[in-house]
């Protein structure tokens, strides 16, 4: 990726949101948060439709449709979760995808002009998604976090430092119990951007919990 893109692409994950409409009450709840957190300043959501009670088939297609189309008029990037055919279908703009997910040489292949984001819970895992393409790290989960039921121990702002101090330059984010009271130490410790689900789906109001985590992001970026 050349430097220009790689600095863009920094910048647009500075406050990534991911879920699906199992994290919110409902499918409607589902799209009202998302444009309450698009109205509060996320810069990128990943679509995460998986587990229990979650949509399938030609709904989840046409939620997909649904949540990117309203990223797109906000320039807010979309991104869908594992599922190649769906990034496909809707012509995301990228693909997540977890340790387990796949071949990542093939991977990279089927998602050629597309974003890649591979998730890392050491440094090894960082490096080999590194060497096979990926366009950024999703690193964690750095706290404990009862979102993800089959969630690896937490691995704490350590591993963000570790993969820095190893001179990975590639964009980074943090994830995994990411708060607004914690943001600011994830980004401190040499990340890119903050992922969050149920910090902004639970959220009462999710539009200025996610205008306050863009703030503190930003904030804590221009310590660094
Ligand atoms: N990957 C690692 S932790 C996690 C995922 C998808 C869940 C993050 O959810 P939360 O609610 O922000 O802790
Ligand atoms: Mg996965």
Redesign the pocket.
């Known amino acids: 990726m050349k430097t220009q893109a790689k600095t863009r692409l920094k910048q647009d994950l500075s406050l990534y949101y991911?879920a699906g409409t199992m994290?919110c009450c409902s499918p409607k709840d589902f799209y009202r948060i998302l444009v309450q957190a698009i109205q509060g300043g996320i810069t990128t959501f990943q679509f995460?439709e998986k587990g229990v009670n979650c949509l399938s088939g030609q709904k989840q297609l046409e939620m997909a449709k649904r949540a990117k189309e309203v990223c797109h008029k906000h320039d807010v990037l979309f991104i869908v979760?594992d599922d190649l055919d769906l990034m496909k279908a809707v012509d995301a703009d990228g693909l997540h995808v977890?340790q387990t997910d796949g071949n990542l040489a093939y991977i990279r292949r089927q998602t050629e002009g597309k974003l890649l984001g591979v998730?890392a819970h050491t440094l090894a895992e960082a490096k080999d998604a590194i060497v096979h393409g990926a366009d950024y790290i999703?690193a964690?989960?750095?706290?404990?976090?009862?979102?993800?039921p089959d969630?690896?121990k937490p691995v704490g702002v350590d591993l963000i430092a570790e993969i820095r101090s190893n001179q990975v330059n590639i964009p980074l984010v943090g994830?995994?119990?990411?708060?607004l009271q914690n943001a600011s130490e994830v980004i401190k410790a040499g990340v890119d951007g903050v992922?969050?689900?149920?910090?902004i789906?639970?959220a009462v109001d999710p539009s200025s919990v996610s205008s306050n985590l863009l703030f503190v992001i930003q904030t804590a970026k221009r310590d660094v």
Do not use: H, M, W
Not at 140 to 148: A, D, E, H, L, V
Not at 175 to 179: D, F, L, N, R, V
């Open positions: 991911v994290n995460r979760n977890g998730s999703g964690g989960p750095i706290y404990q976090t009862s979102t993800k969630a690896k994830i995994g119990g990411i708060t992922a969050v689900i149920s910090e789906s639970g």
